[in-house]
Nanobody, 116 residues
């Protein structure tokens, strides 16, 4: 069983930046595809990005260029750097992990609110 714990959410003004972190338990972290999803109020959960164990990244079109996913296999941690944040980025952000890009494990989520 893998546990994922997100941190780094909060309130930020439009145009600002936040970095989310996700700490994972387990010794095979480096083998997992790690990802981020988000769910805005009243909307379906949507995929944000994922990163393979070797560092290959993919992004949802609306996030590409503003968000950067990265990982530190030595620290069992994956990050999501979010820049140029917009009010429509307000959502609960979830960290995911799995053998493929299809998530097997989910974190509890961290709230990101973009508002002036």
């Amino acid at each position: 069983q893998v546990q994922l714990v997100e941190s780094g959410g909060g309130l930020v003004q439009p145009g600002g930046s936040l970095r989310l972190s996700c700490a994972a338990s387990g010794s095979i972290f480096r083998a997992y595809v790690m990802g981020w999803y988000r769910q805005a109020p009243g909307k379906q959960r949507e995929w944000v990005a994922h990163i393979t164990g070797g560092g290959v990244t993919n992004y949802a079109t609306s996030m590409e260029g503003r968000f950067t996913i990265s990982r530190d296999n030595g620290k069992n941690t994956v990050y999501l750097q979010m820049n140029s944040l917009k009010p429509e980025d307000t959502a609960v952000y979830y960290c995911t992990g799995g053998i493929t890009s299809a998530p097997m494990y989910w974190g509890q989520g961290t709230q990101v609110t973009v508002s002036s």
